[in-house]
């Protein structure tokens, strides 16, 4: 009898792994690399249920790599990940054809490379994305003019942009990012940029929570703009992601929205970012499967190739 239950518990287990990763193929649009972490940092601010018990890793190199892992075990076949150059290229060294390159930020709040140097290394392979541009942390408007030879960059070449929109870390204007501010994060902020812009692509990061009216205004109006959850799917309560996401999949959105983890310091997110979409009541498996696959493949252009190699075919 004891015997049984080992078997059937262990059956359940197995079954509740599978759950997670036999949907297929993911893309994760939404990763971070860093030079140094603060080790052993929680994510004490979440609301999601278990997210404030993930604690990061000792250091950069075990940030990679437990990163990696959570990749392995849930089928994260691609990741743009953005952070320094020297950072992306340490992770497109440990794991090759895994990661897209988003060239980030400097400290000054505006990207790190000038456009050129931005040119030479799509050119070379290494950066791929321009973004994240966490550029509200710096009380920067998305359409302040400095940006504008970098958008006019991105929609001659192709290259997508990655923007940061809508929240930040609670408290962050009284602590790391003094000039951050809420309204900075409206979606439609970004409306001077892509209306003058219409070969422009881009992504709003975070979907614009909490102006999720906004950003249902936005993917309507212009057909070309994806947005991703990342950070709602595992940092917000799961009642408030649901209502966001089923408001956009009722909008008819279901073909824009990309997953992205955005699990900062703590590669534990993926998974349960991943847990948190794979059992929202409301989504089919189609709509599953578009979001966490093949509305990226079609965002990034992958080739016929690369989409059956994703698919082990
Ligand atoms: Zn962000």
Do not use: C
Not at 113 to 132: I, K, P
Not at 233 to 250: C, D, H, I, T
């Amino acid at each position: 009898m004891k015997n049984l239950f080992l078997v059937l518990a262990s059956l359940l287990a197995l079954l509740g792994a599978e759950a997670v990763a036999q949907g297929g193929p993911v893309i994760d649009v939404h990763l971070h690399s860093y030079a140094e972490i603060p080790p052993r940092i929680r994510a004490d601010w979440a609301d999601g249920a278990d997210a404030r018990a993930l604690t990061a890793p000792a250091s950069a190199e075990e940030h990679m790599r437990a990163t990696l892992a959570e990749m392995d075990r849930n089928n994260v076949v691609l990741a743009i990940v953005s952070g320094s150059e020297a950072s992306i290229r340490a992770w497109q060294e440990a794991a090759p054809g895994r990661f897209i390159g988003g060239a980030a930020l400097g400290d000054d709040g505006l990207p790190e490379h000038s456009v050129d140097s931005l040119r030479a290394l799509v050119e070379e392979g290494t950066v791929g994305v321009l973004g994240e541009l966490g550029l509200q942390y710096y009380g920067i408007a998305p359409d302040d003019s400095r940006l504008d030879p970098y958008y006019d960059y991105l929609e001659a070449s192709g290259i997508p942009l990655a923007l940061h929109t809508g929240l930040g870390p609670p408290g962050g204007p009284h602590s790391f990012a003094p000039a951050f501010r809420v309204a900075l994060g409206r979606p439609t902020l970004f409306e001077p940029v892509i209306a003058a812009r219409p070969g422009l692509q881009a992504y709003l990061m975070h979907a614009g929570w909490p102006y999720i009216e906004e950003m249902k205004a936005m993917l309507y109006i212009y057909p070309s703009l994806y947005a991703d959850i990342g950070v709602l799917a595992w940092g917000l309560k799961r009642e408030a992601f649901y209502s966001a996401l089923r408001n956009l999949v009722e909008a008819g959105f279901e073909d824009r929205l990309l997953f992205g983890t955005d699990q900062m310091f703590w590669p534990g997110a993926l998974t349960l970012a991943i847990e948190t979409v794979e059992v929202a009541p409301f989504l089919s498996n189609e709509q599953k499967r578009a979001i966490f696959y093949h509305n990226a493949a079609r965002f990034l252009n992958l080739s016929e190739e690369q989409i059956a190699a994703h698919h082990g075919r």
